[in-house]
């Protein structure tokens, strides 16, 4: 993998070009947020996204998991997806105690349902307990069942209230919150200004998309994300428009086999 800005390189550690920036301490997390899209703006292929991703993305999926501290994922991308248990390799495990961080960070999953499978191996793994993250007015029941297999954290009334559940992540010691999205997460999450910093690969395929992907429609040079409707002809993904555009700076640009990988950093208010 080659850089191409803010200099350019024929051969860059992932490693140190994603950990370099982000901020310690502070009174809230560090959000990241990863995804991909093809060119046209399509965010999965039959249904998942590994159609649309090659060696150089999954590389550098990997590389993001090994640099957080918590996976935060909508219920919805966790069940398309068949998300497991995020498996960290034992020579990272040490490389990420060197750090003061857990060695496996846990998954933390957003659902306004409670409704997930709780026989799978995101909950029935041998790592880390997996975090449910759902409204306070979450049905007793359903709650109960999931405590059994999840550690469980009600934030919000009707919905779950992201600025809310971001903070008890912190509060956990869990300080940098690496998001795969659904578009409805990542959006939800730029709403309620909470995105640090944007991840995107583009992959140089078309998938005949009608709509936008992740925020919604990149912008060309303008440098901002909106809010839009996207839909595959399979599936239709939901987001509610942004009050105001999100105006991101490109911190670094690398390539690799034609797919693109655009590190973006947001503007939020300093950390207290």
Do not use: K
């Amino acid at each position: 993998m080659r850089a191409l800005l803010p200099e350019p390189a024929d051969l860059v550690d992932l490693v140190e070009t994603y950990a370099s920036g982000i901020p310690g301490g502070g009174d809230r997390p560090f959000v990241r947020v990863n995804m991909i899209s093809s060119l046209d703006g399509a965010i999965a292929v039959a249904g998942r996204s590994a159609g649309l991703g090659g060696g150089g993305d999954r590389l550098l999926f990997h590389v993001l998991r090994s640099l957080c501290d918590v996976v935060l994922v909508g219920a919805g991308t966790a069940r398309v997806e068949r998300y497991r248990q995020v498996h960290v390799p034992p020579e990272v495990q040490e490389v990420r105690r060197s750090r003061g961080q857990a060695p496996v960070p846990p998954v933390a999953v957003v659902t306004q349902s409670c409704n997930l499978d709780w026989s799978s191996e995101l909950f029935r793994g041998p790592g880390p307990r997996t975090i449910v993250l759902a409204p306070g007015n979450t049905p007793a029941d359903a709650l109960q069942q999931a405590r059994v297999v999840a550690d469980v954290m009600t934030v919000g009334a009707g919905a779950v209230d992201l600025t809310a559940a971001v903070a008890s992540l912190h509060d956990m010691g869990l300080a940098h919150v690496l998001c795969e999205g659904g578009p409805t997460l990542n959006t939800s999450l730029a709403a309620a200004n909470l995105v640090d910093e944007l991840c995107l690969t583009l992959s140089p395929q078309l998938a005949g998309c009608v709509g936008g992907v992740l925020l919604g429609g990149w912008l060309g040079s303008t440098g901002v994300w909106m809010a839009r409707t996207e839909a595959d002809g399979t599936r239709n993904f939901r987001s509610q428009p942004l009050a105001q555009l999100v105006p991101l700076r490109l911190v670094s640009l690398l390539e690799d086999e034609s797919y693109l990988f655009l590190r973006l950093a947001a503007a939020r208010p300093p950390q207290g």
